[in-house]
């Protein structure tokens, strides 16, 4: 079975997948542009985004300290969108925190040179050792150690 290229049109027209996509995502813009409306300054900053699935809304704080500040302010929160905006069928509002994954390199780790001494347990601890992982990776660390100046 042969898949067919789509048409420009059927991927961006108007019942397309992106399509939909879009509007789900202008109509989930204008309601965290509502909740933060209804929320006081102090509260509405720490809003990241707002989902509605049926009579639950949830919303999205970056930090435990900013979920429990949209927290405090959901009571008046949801009584605001049920007379003011016609949510009507709101029932409860869920508070979730996200957890940002930043693609940051990691700092190469400085590693201190060990004494002889310490070289040489470890190289002892090496050789009793029965994994062979372990054994390579004792042997590797007991050769990071000081040597003498010979000068």
Do not use: F, W
Not at 53 to 79: D, E, I, K, V, W
Not at 86 to 95: A, E, F
Not at 105 to 132: C, F, G, H, M, Y
């Amino acid at each position: 079975m042969k898949h067919q290229p789509k048409t420009i049109y059927s991927l961006l027209g108007n019942n397309s997948t992106l399509a939909k996509l879009q509007r789900h995502s202008q109509q989930l813009q204008q309601l965290s542009e509502t909740v933060r409306s209804c929320l006081p300054e102090s509260s509405a900053r720490y809003l990241q985004a707002c989902s509605l699935n049926g009579p639950q809304l949830t919303l999205y704080a970056r930090s435990p300290a900013q979920a429990t500040s949209l927290r405090l302010a959901s009571s008046n929160l949801l009584q605001t969108l049920r007379q003011e905006h016609h949510l009507v069928q709101l029932s409860s509002i869920r508070i979730r925190i996200t957890i940002e994954r930043h693609q940051t390199r990691a700092s190469p780790i400085q590693t201190s040179p060990l004494t002889e001494n310490t070289a040489k347990l470890v190289s002892e601890l090496a050789e009793t050792s029965i994994d062979p992982a372990i054994r390579d990776i004792l042997r590797r660390l007991s050769k990071r150690h000081k040597t003498k100046n010979p000068n």
